[in-house]
């Protein structure tokens, strides 16, 4: 991560005030620089991909799942914010992924893991560029995916059905 780094990011959450503060002023900086450099290659990214970014917030989504088969990535994200939707991506890789290990203070390994921050960048311009995008999760690892297209679905969660409990769905039982 060049822009929102897991040292920026344990900094931003320090029980000290003064360390807090200097790092929000930091990541507000960042944030800043990001978004610029992000209009510069935005024409050169994936259209399916603007259209993701544009359209959900990945941001703290519960990672349900993580696979790869053959030379595609398949991610299952369960949204935290509005529209609240699953979303399945599916990366075509170009390379091999890399995973960085990053120490996070206060992770605990009992919490699901959670989409925390990505960056995306052009890894090499060409005619078909290879777009670099590097996730950071909430177990400290971040996932260095290169790729040059992608797609996705989506599908709206149905209502758990817990302990006699029944949301909108009607249920029958059987016999």
Not at 117 to 132: G, R, S
């Amino acid at each position: 991560m060049r822009y929102f780094t897991p040292d920026l990011l344990e900094r931003y959450g320090s029980l000290d005030d003064m360390v807090a503060n200097a790092a929000h002023d930091e990541w507000e900086a960042a944030t800043q620089k990001y978004q610029k450099h992000f209009v510069t290659i935005q024409r050169q990214l994936p259209r399916k991909l603007r259209g993701i970014l544009r359209r959900f917030h990945l941001h703290d989504a519960l990672v349900c799942f993580v696979g790869v088969a053959g030379r595609v990535l398949h991610l299952t994200l369960q949204l935290d914010a509005l529209p609240n939707e699953t979303i399945f991506l599916r990366y075509r890789l170009v390379s091999d992924l890399k995973m960085i290990t990053h120490a996070i203070a206060g992770h605990d390994v009992k919490e699901p893991l959670t989409w925390l921050y990505d960056e995306v960048d052009v890894a090499y311009d060409e005619v078909f560029p290879i777009i670099e995008q590097r996730i950071l999760f909430s177990n400290g690892l971040e996932l260095a995916i290169q790729f040059q297209d992608l797609s996705y679905s989506t599908a709206q969660t149905l209502p758990l059905i817990a302990n006699d409990v029944v949301g909108a769905v009607q249920v029958e039982m059987a016999g």
